[in-house]
């Protein structure tokens, strides 16, 4: 099974600056990697598969980049709504596989 | 508007079975795979069961293996999980999740989900 690992745990950010946000897997997952969002109470939303392919509706300040191993998902400006923690997921083999998120918080 | 409603979480005790449902709204359920990812509390999300549309595919995570069944009623537009022998371990909120299809291939990857649906385990 391949192991995703993420990074930093916890990530303070200030409102209107940049998040930088990695993902690593154990092997390569060519571009079968996704990233989403989920808030306190909520469901996860998709924000990006396809490693850089935003899903309907993801506003342009999410981007993501990478392929085989690193993974980066970058969100240019932050904004209140975008305080959240952050999963990536890897679909190229059986098992799919999440990362153990990360935490993007009010600095 | 795509929607996915869970219910049927609960408290039960360990050794315990409890059966999950899904409705789904929305879309044209009868064509897409679906599954079921969970959360323990605290914790991050863990793959469980997926289902292909006709019910000719099933996977399970090895944590689950034996004693949960996923299924499925496309006249009903419902998803199932029948879980058995149920663990503390398996205490988490439980999202149905709709497999995500491009124009050409399904990917296991989840564009929508459902609020979830708590599961206790405990004595």
């Known amino acids: 099974e391949i192991v995703m690992t993420q990074s930093p745990a916890t990530l303070s950010v200030s409102p209107g600056e940049r998040a930088t946000l990695s993902c690593r897997a154990s092997?390569?997952?060519?571009?079968?990697l996704a990233w989403y969002q989920q808030k306190p109470g909520q469901a996860p939303r998709l924000l990006i598969y396809g490693a850089s392919t935003r899903a309907t509706g993801i506003p342009a300040r999410f981007s993501g980049s990478g392929s085989g191993t690193e993974f980066t998902l970058t969100i240019s400006s932050l904004q209140s709504e975008d305080f959240a923690v952050y999963y990536c997921q890897q679909y190229n083999n059986w098992p799919p596989v999440f990362g153990g998120g990360t935490k993007v918080e009010i600095k | 508007e795509v929607q996915l409603v869970e219910s049927g979480g609960g408290l039960v005790k360990p050794g315990g079975s409890l059966r999950l449902s899904c409705a789904a709204s929305g879309f044209t359920f009868s064509s897409y795979s679906m599954n079921w990812v969970r959360q323990a509390p605290g914790k991050g999300l863990e793959w469980v069961s997926s289902i292909s549309s006709s019910s000719s595919y099933i996977y399970y995570a090895d944590s689950v293996k034996g004693r949960f069944t996923i299924s499925r009623d496309n006249a009903k537009n419902s998803l199932y999980l029948q879980m058995n022998s149920l663990r503390a371990e398996d205490t988490a909120v439980y999202y149905c999740a709709r497999m995500y299809c491009s124009s050409t291939s399904c990917y296991p990857l989840f564009d929508y989900w459902g609020q979830g649906t708590l599961v206790t385990v405990s004595s």
């Open positions: 092997q390569s997952v060519s571009s079968n």
